[in-house]
């Protein structure tokens, strides 16, 4: 704000520098997170595979085997991740990602 000229001890500022104490204060992320989704390869007979990039968490892909199906969330090496990015996508890595978790959660 200080660099659209509103003063420091303003009534406006003050509020919003006080909500943004508040909020760091909390337990959680302290920071905003970027995640990115670099690439969405289409045409894997007819399901697909986006690769996504978080800073904290690294890469991980997100897989649908046809169009509405669950997705299949996987955490992906940077070896996977490059072999993506390069197209190098083969059937086997492609069943790899496709294929869900047996983890139920207990």
């Known amino acids: 704000m200080r660099r659209f000229g509103i003063d420091e001890l303003s009534g406006p500022f003050r ?3 006080a909500q943004r104490g508040k909020l760091l204060s909390q337990v959680g992320f302290k920071f905003p997170r970027t995640i990115s989704s670099l ?3 289409l045409g ?4 697909t595979i986006t690769l996504w990039h978080d800073v904290e968490s690294g890469w991980m892909s997100e897989a649908r085997e046809k169009p509405g199906a669950p997705p299949v969330y996987k955490a992906v ?11 190098e996508l083969t ?3 492609e069943q790899v990602l496709m294929a869900p978790d047996d983890y139920y959660g207990e």
């Open 39 to 41: 690439l969405k390869l």
């Open 77 to 87: 090496t940077d070896e996977v991740a490059m072999a993506l990015l390069k197209g």
């Open 44 to 47: 894997l007979s007819p399901g």
């Open 15 to 17: 509020q919003l520098s």
């Open 91 to 93: 059937k086997e890595l």
